[in-house]
């Protein structure tokens, strides 16, 4: 059965992406070139595997003997797999475009009936979605807008690998300005960093990582295995964070993109882990062994463990009161910690499988919402001493595999599951009754981005009056002295 799941998800705020993203035009020489050093890029990835496969390979033939229909092989099948390697090495011969870089075959240059979908406005946010279709890996990008109620698929990237996890973030190394990109782990040890305000790229901005390559004498940098969780650091802003099934957390510099520092030791895995809001040197690590550890990153070592009642899979700061952290575990937990004591402050059993998603409302003060493989989505009020459930639903998402909150709307979140058929939504709770008769009145009335800008039009407004007002004051004057004149 081929796969069809949303395996991860995140948020772009509002106001960061490109009103017109940028389109990506490869001439064909520049398109043979990417396909060839990708091509001896693959070649020389683990060649102690590929020498151990090609023995194994030709130890069973040898075994087997050759085929009875040898002579018959009319498609050729017994080379197919030496001559795909050069399927593609003469794609120069197939795209002839002219000087203007455009297909001479296609002659219609009416525009795009569609045009406008393209463009992306101030009050939009971007939704991404790792998704996985058969044995292809796709970064979608989608546009979501509350107030029109619009949502749909603005473009998508493909990927070279099953996307595990997505981290937001605006630094780019190359560039002082702020940036629209996107973090991605996977199956492979590279983190690949995407530049999401460009249209049909290849390639990722940057890497982080490097495999070792016996054929180029190139060492290892980075992790061993799976990234299975990214964090970035919004006080350090050229700092990242990854946790790997190779046991290690890596703290990476985007400046020169090598890991300056490993923490540990774990004993399992690493897969989950979230910087503090506000102390920079302070991160949240979740492994399989059940340990959630507080890390002062200017140390190695944990300052405060905590063992869980299962496998850890997320962590979460809370961010209305910092003094508190949230994790949930594989036997369907949800414990809540105080950083300066030992012991949890409550747990609940939450979901009767793993809680795959965790996460917690922007805006509205101890609006939790869980997900779990076993397909359900529960809404917890968090903000009292025993956690209570204000609402659940089973989805009909199949199991859901990841969930994230609107950075700009305390009630919307996505959900992502594993249904062919039905494998994503925007959650908006605010749509059900329970949630929002429970929480619409905790919801700050402004966020600060709102306060500023409704200062600026109270700004704007304040100077319209005084220049109405200073008019009107000149034209009466203006009539004293007229009727002052008519007097005389």
């Given at each position: 059965m081929e796969a069809n799941v949303i395996s991860c998800t995140a948020w772009v705020k509002k106001g960061v992406a490109a009103a017109v993203p940028e389109k990506v035009e490869l001439r064909p020489d520049?398109?043979?070139?990417?396909?060839?050093?990708?091509?001896?890029?693959?070649?020389?990835?683990?060649?102690?595997?590929?020498?151990?496969?090609?023995?194994?390979?030709?130890?069973?033939?040898?075994?087997?003997?050759?085929?009875?229909?040898?002579?018959?092989?009319?498609?050729?099948?017994?080379?197919?797999?030496?001559?795909?390697?050069?399927?593609?090495?003469?794609?120069?011969?197939?795209?002839?475009?002219?000087?203007?870089?455009?297909?001479?075959l296609i002659t219609n240059d009416e525009e795009d009936s569609d045009k406008e979908d393209d463009i992306i406005k101030a009050d939009d946010n971007l939704v991404l979605f790792g998704h996985v279709e058969g044995d292809a890996s796709i970064l979608e990008v989608f546009v979501y807008n509350d107030r029109e109620g619009s949502f749909y698929c603005h473009h998508d990237i493909l990927l070279p690998s099953f996307p595990l996890c997505i981290e937001w973030l605006d630094y780019d190394p190359t560039s002082p300005k702020p940036s629209n990109l996107c973090a991605i782990g996977n199956m492979t040890p590279i983190i690949e960093v995407w530049d999401l305000d460009l249209i049909d790229c290849l390639e990722p901005a940057y890497k982080l990582g490097r495999r070792p390559s016996k054929v180029k004498n190139q060492k290892r940098i980075g992790h061993k295995d799976a990234v299975l969780d990214v964090s970035w650091n919004h006080n350090y802003m050229?700092?990242?964070?990854?946790?790997?099934?190779?046991?290690?957390?890596?703290?990476?510099?985007?400046?020169?993109?090598?890991?300056?520092?490993?923490?540990?030791?774990?004993?399992?895995?690493?897969?989950?882990?979230?910087?503090?809001?506000?102390?920079?040197?302070?991160?949240?690590?979740?492994?399989?062994?059940?340990?959630?550890?507080?890390?002062?990153?200017?140390?190695?070592?944990?300052?405060?463990?905590?063992?869980?009642?299962?496998?850890?899979?997320?962590?979460l700061w809370d961010h209305h009161d910092e003094n508190y952290c949230i994790a949930s575990t594989d036997n369907g937990y949800i414990e809540y910690f105080d950083v300066r004591k030992r012991k949890p402050l409550w747990q609940i059993k939450g979901h009767e499988k793993e809680v795959t998603g965790l996460s917690l409302s922007m805006s509205c003060r101890g609006l939790l919402v869980s997900c779990s493989n076993d397909g359900v989505i529960k809404v917890w009020d968090i903000d009292q001493k025993v956690p209570t459930l204000v609402w659940e639903q089973t989805s009909n998402l199949g199991a859901i595999q990841c969930l994230a909150a609107n950075p700009d709307n305390g009630f919307i979140f996505t959900v992502g599951g594993d249904n062919k058929a039905h494998n994503f939504k925007v959650l908006d709770l605010m749509e059900v009754p329970a949630v929002r008769e429970k929480f619409v009145e905790r919801v700050a009335s402004k966020n600060p981005v709102e306060l500023r800008q409704e200062m600026m039009d109270v700004a704007e407004d304040m100077e319209d009056m005084e220049l109405e007002s200073s008019e009107s004051s000149s034209t009466k004057k203006k009539k004293q002295l007229k009727n002052v004149q008519h007097k005389d």
């Open positions: 520049e398109l043979e070139k990417i396909i060839k050093e990708t091509q001896a890029a693959l070649a020389s990835d683990d060649d102690s595997d590929g020498e151990a496969a090609a023995s194994k390979t030709q130890s069973n033939t040898e075994s087997k003997g050759e085929s009875s229909t040898a002579g018959t092989d009319e498609y050729n099948f017994k080379t197919y797999d030496n001559e795909s390697g050069d399927m593609y090495c003469h794609i120069s011969n197939i795209a002839t475009f002219g000087k203007s870089g455009k297909d001479p050229h700092v990242l964070a990854s946790g790997s099934v190779d046991q290690t957390v890596l703290l990476w510099d985007l400046e020169n993109g090598k890991p300056v520092n490993k923490l540990g030791p774990f004993n399992e895995k690493v897969q989950t882990l979230k910087w503090h809001p506000r102390e920079a040197h302070q991160l949240l690590t979740g492994c399989a062994d059940g340990l959630v550890n507080l890390f002062d990153c200017m140390n190695e070592t944990p300052v405060t463990s905590w063992k869980a009642s299962g496998e850890v899979e997320k962590v």
